[in-house]
Each structure stands twice: as structure tokens, then as C-alpha cells.
């Protein structure tokens, strides 16, 4: 309703302009069938299973003909940054506005808004609550500047009724969630760091683990890789496992350590209300609750491990004749610590020496049988949570196991809808907050138009404390009823040793060409800036470390070898350490860790 509310205020706005407007699906939204139609304003029930996106546009040059405005009907992420949403496509656009329903869709958005120096106008609600945020290039602090508490459904749920003890079909929706999190997220974002720490080749990781006695993270790598499918049907093998694990041996584990009857000191039996015992399930291919939960697992590990997965692969038919020959583990006990105790997270499991030699033998063999080079990198895909695609198979994955659990607990269970709207956290919209908080961004839009002159490298001396005076920063809610107003916050300003001083916005930049040595870039950040390069990353990638075996010998090289360079793009922004002398004055005591401003490589 958001994205309604701002779209129609502005081809109110823009009557006669021939600048476009361009609307971007940041999340890729659908109209739902079930999304309460009576409060989007634009939309229609012959608009549903359409993007937002082009029928927001098509709905506004129907009221407004003489409006010029361009949908696209895909993301604004990491995925379209080569094309068609780059560095450029930001610079020609004057002002942008956001209507999104996440702080990661916001925070990338404002990221590419500072890279760019763009200004932003944020603005969302939630149930009552609204907030409209102003950001101006050089004045003002961004989006990403203050950081909100990290949301966590799970949280307020106790872990022994999230992992053993589930009441309520909630706890189910909320345990399927976390298991998504963790097994497409959190895991393959651990194994890509273990490998972009240690190695990242092959070979150079089995040198680290053949050098060093203790490694943290190799249990996780160990397991991950030893369940690596080759092909789509043993991708078909490792879902079939997971649904007995979660649904079968869970339930007997638990079972065996507190059978039905179990009886608590005083003669109360241990499975009373809230307590529900479990039942093992028994994987049924005729079963369509069971088919989806396979079908569903299927297509994201097949996503997590780059198989290739097609939809006959996922066809009903093939499914069920591929999980007849599936092995089936036998059920083992693991005795009262594995019911009880909270498992560790993926980062803090240390390993035993046997999990780092099964590794080292693992690695030896497959480049023994020429399965992985000595220069080869194992890589895996996370999977980004995403409510709104219903091609990703992200609701379908946790809709699925939600209610296989709450079968398992003899739970109702719930609708795709109901599942989507807690696992996807969303809560109602309102249309009085919606109008209220659209229609104070708006003055500010107005604002942000009459300044834009001053929003460059030439006119931002312009930009002062009494311009910065002029915008207002809205916070409301409405069944208080209170609203604040307040200025922007001032873009905070770090003094650097040196006597260098920096806000957000600025940002140092390097050229260079195809020929440049690693010891060409240091040299020319000493000539241009007078600071002396001590690291260089890009992304988490290890670029430049002196104390790194090996890295002393990359400086006389050529500087793209160890850069991924971008086809569409002709800079690569590095994130640079520099060396400090104890002498020199800035933020920040002794032993403080020092920010410096990022710097954008021009290689072409």
C-alpha cells in the first residue's frame, strides 16, 4: 500500500514533466489474491499474480497521461548491479524515493544512494507506527548510519519449546524459518568464508590444514562437503535424509529419552499440557505434504550446491520414482545430550583432529581422481530470504516443514498464506498511517527539488546548517497519537592521523591501468593522500596482508591477478587499512581501530 500511496502522490506532482520516473520492483512483488485489495489503491482483482511494478505504471498514466514513467520488473540487488541497474543508471536520476518493506532492501539501496551521492527519501510503516527519513549528499547522515535492533522473531520463544516442545503452530513456522536460515543462509556463507580464509584454492588450503593444529569451522566444512551432490538425483538422496531427520529420527530421539509414559518425581507425567509428545512420521510419496517438502528441499539444496535443477527434474512423477531408490539411514540413538543441550552455532564449533584429517584426505583424493584442481575453489550459493518470489521456493520450504511439524505434534495446521504472513513477518497495513506518512515525504520531496542544484562536487559549500534546517526527519504513531519532528542528523566527521578529515560521503579514488602492480596502487595512495596502504580487501577477500605467507611476493604483480574484475563496471571499491604512527593525532585513543574512507580503483 506504501508503494500505492507514494506513486499516486507523485503523478500528482509531475504533470507536465518530461523527466521519467522510474519505478523498480526492489523486492519483485506479485498482487496477491489474498492481499486486501479495498486498501491498495492502484490495484485491481484483474491486477492479480501481475508485478506491482508495471501495473503501478500502467495505473498512473491512466490517470495521468502526460506523466513519463518506466517500470522494471526486477530487483534492485547485487544480481542487477552489472545491468540494468548500475553506478550510472543512479547518477542520472535526480531524487530517490523508497517504498520497501525490509531494512536490507533499504540499507542496499542507501548504500548505492552514498556510493553515488544521491539524495534518498526513505520512508515506511508499520501497523501505526511511520517514519519519514531525508538524506542529503554531504549534509546529511544516511539510512545505514544508525543501526536498529536485529529482529528475531524466535527470540521471545523459548529454545526448548522452539526445538523439542512446540505448542502452538507458531513455534512450528518459527523453527522452519530458522531451519532455512541456517541451512541455506547460514551454513553456505560459513563454508565460503572458511575457504576465502584458509585457502582460497584447494591447494592452498590443504597446505593451511597439513601446517596448523587447530582450525574453527571444520566439522561444518567437513559435513557440508562430504554431503556434496554430483547430481540431481543424489541432490533427490540428501532431501529424502533431511525429511527423516527432521520428521522421524527427531521424534523417536525424543521418544526414546522420555517415552509417553515418562513420569516426573511426584507422579506428574512429563507430557502434559503444554507438552505435546511427538509422533515419527513415515515418508509417504503419495503423500502431497511430503512430495512438497521434497520438492521444495530439492530445488534449494540443488540451489546451495550449483546443480543445475530443471522443472521436469521437479515434476511429481520424477520425484516419486527417484525417492524409491533413495537410501534411508537407519534410526540410532545419540543418547540425553543430544535432546537437551543447545547446539553451538556453525563459527564456534571447534573440531577434532579426526574431522581434519578425513578433510586433508578428502581434499588429496579428489585431486588424486581429478575431481578438483590444485587452483580450484569450492564455492557455495546462499540463498537470501525472500517471501515475495514464489519461484525461489523459500515460502514453499518452510511451509512445507511448518506443517510437517505440527503433524508431528498433532498441531492444526496452517494455510500457505498464514505461514507467509508470520514467517515473512508482515503486518497489516494501515491506510491513515500510509497517507499520513506518504504525504509528509512528499514536502520533503519538494524540498530535496529545490535544493538539487547544491547536491554536487561544485554547489555542496551550499549545503549549510541552515539548509540542513530546513528538512524535517518525521517519526509517528498514530494510536498514541504523537508525531516528532526533527532536523536530519549532521553527516558525522572523523578526523584521520594525519590531519585528514572525512563524513560518509567522501570517498578516494585511484587510477590506474591494465599493467599496475600491486606496489603501483600503494605507491600512487602515498603520492595522492600521503598514507602509507598496510591491507587491501575486497569484499571479505584477503587482497593484501603482510603477515600472510606468500603476500610480500604479490606486490611486484600485476594488481588485477588478484581482483575479480567487473565486466560492466571499470572500478573495483577496496577496502584499505594504512599504517599509523603514535604521533599522529586522531578520533579515537590508543589501540582504537581506525575507518578509513574506502577507495574506488579505476583499473581500465
Known amino acids: ?85 548500475t553506478d550510472e543508471f543512479f547518477r542520472k536520476q535526480d531524487i530517490v524515493i523508497n517504498a520497501l518493506d525490509n531494512v536490507e532492501a533499504r540499507k542496499y539501496v542507501d548504500q548505492r544512494c552514498v556510493t553515488t551521492c544521491k539524495p534518498l527519501l526513505d520512508s515506511g510503516t508499520l501497523s501505526t507506527k511511520g517514519h519519514v527519513q531525508v538524506v542529503v549528499p554531504y549534509l546529511t547522515e544516511s539510512y545505514g548510519s544508525q543501526r536498529d535492533p536485529v529482529e528475531n522473531a524466535s527470540d521471545s520463544i523459548p529454545f526448548c519449546t522452539l526445538k523439542q516442545f512446540p505448542a502452538l503452530m507458531e513455534h512450528c513456522i518459527e523453527w522452519a524459518r530458522e531451519k532455512f536460515q541456517s541451512s541455506f543462509s547460514q551454513k553456505p556463507d560459513s563454508f565460503n568464508n572458511f575457504w576465502q580464509l584458509n585457502g582460497p584454492s584447494a591447494g592452498q588450503l590443504l597446505q593451511t590444514l597439513q601446517g596448523r593444529n587447530h582450525m574453527d569451522g571444520i566439522p561444518l566444512v567437513h559435513k557440508l562437503i562430504s554431503a ?13 535424509s533431511k525429511f527423516e531427520k527432521y520428521f522421524n529420527h527427531k521424534a523417536q530421539q525424543l521418544l526414546t529419552m522420555f517415552p509417553e509414559d515418562h513420569m516426573l518425581e511426584g507422579g506428574v507425567k512429563f507430557w502434559t499440557s503444554p507438552k505435546r509428545a511427538p509422533t ?15 520438492r521444495a528441499a530439492c530445488h534449494l539444496y540443488g540451489n546451495i550446491y550449483g546443480i543445475p535443477v530443471t522443472k521436469a527434474d521437479l515434476a511429481e512423477e520424477n520425484l516419486r520414482n527417484l525417492v524409491l531408490t533413495a537410501p534411508v539411514a537407519p534410526f540410532m540413538s545419540k543418547g540425553e545430550e543430544a535432546v537437551i543441550k ?16 578425513q578433510l ?16 580450484d575453489t569450492m564455492t557455495m550459493h546462499p540463498e537470501s530470504f525472500e517471501k515475495d518470489d514464489d519461484s525461489n521456493a523459500h515460502i514453499d520450504y518452510i511451509y512445507a516443514a511448518a506443517n510437517l511439524r505440527a503433524a508431528m505434534y498433532k498441531i492444526d495446521q496452517a494455510s500457505r498464506l498464514h505461514v507467509k504472513r508470520i514467517a515473512g513477518r508482515i503486518v497489516p497495513a494501515i491506510a491513515t498511517t500510509t497517507a499520513c506518512v506518504t504525504g509528509l515525504a512528499c514536502l520533503e520531496l519538494v524540498k530535496l527539488a529545490q535544493d538539487l542544484d547544491k547536491m554536487t562536487l561544485d554547489g555542496k559549500h551550499l549545503l549549510t546548517e541552515r539548509v540542513l534546517g530546513r528538512y524535517k526527519n518525521t517519526f509517528l504513531n498514530l494510536a498514541l497519537p504523537v508525531i516528532y519532528f526533527s532536523e536530519p542528523g549532521a553527516a558525522a566527521r572523523t578526523n584521520l592521523p594525519g590531519g585528514i578529515s572525512v563524513t560518509l560521503w567522501d570517498q578516494w579514488t585511484i587510477t590506474g591501468n591494465p599493467a599496475f602492480t600491486m606496489q603501483n596502487f600503494i605507491d600512487a595512495v602515498k603520492a595522492k593522500y600521503n598514507v602509507t596502504v598496510s591491507s587491501i ?6 587482497v593484501y596482508m603482510p603477515f600472510m605467507p606468500g603476500h610480500g611476493k604479490r606486490l611486484g604483480q600485476t594488481f588485477s591477478t588478484y581482483l575479480d574484475l567487473p565486466d560492466s563496471e571499470d572500478y573495483l571499491d577496496l577496502s584499505v587499512d594504512m599504517e599509523t604512527d603514535s604521533n599522529m593525532d586522531g578520533d579515537g585513543g590508543d589501540g582504537d581501530m581506525v575507518l578509513w574512507p574506502p577507495i574506488r580503483y579505476y583499473f581500465r
Open 360 to 375: 586433508v584426505h578428502y581434499l588429496q583424493s579428489s585431486m588424486a581422481r581429478g575431481d578438483c584442481a590444485t587452483g
Open 342 to 357: 543447545e547446539a553451538p552455532t556453525a563459527a564456534a564449533v571447534s573440531h577434532t583432529g579426526n574431522e581434519a584429517k
Open 537 to 542: 580487501l575486497l569484499g571479505s577477500k584477503m
Open 1 to 85: 500500500m506504501h508503494f500505492c500511496s507514494i506513486t499516486r502522490k507523485l503523478r500528482l506532482k509531475q504533470a507536465r514533466s518530461s523527466a521519467p520516473w522510474h519505478s523498480a520492483d526492489v523486492n519483485r512483488f506479485q498482487i496477491e489474491f489474498n492481499s486486501n485489495l479495498n486498501r491498495q489503491f492502484l490495484f485491481r482483482p484483474e491486477h492479480i499474480t501481475k508485478s506491482k511494478s508495471e501495473v503501478g505504471a500502467d495505473r498512473i498514466r491512466h490517470i495521468n497521461p502526460d506523466i513519463n514513467i518506466k517500470p522494471y520488473m526486477m530487483r534492485v540487488s547485487p544480481a542487477t548491479q552489472k545491468a540494468p541497474f
Open 280 to 294: 515419527a512420521l513415515i515418508f509417504d510419496r503419495d503423500n502431497k505434504l511430503h512430495l512438497a517438502f521434497l
Open 228 to 240: 556434496w551432490p554430483k547430481n540431481f538425483t543424489e541432490v533427490v538422496f540428501l532431501a529424502r
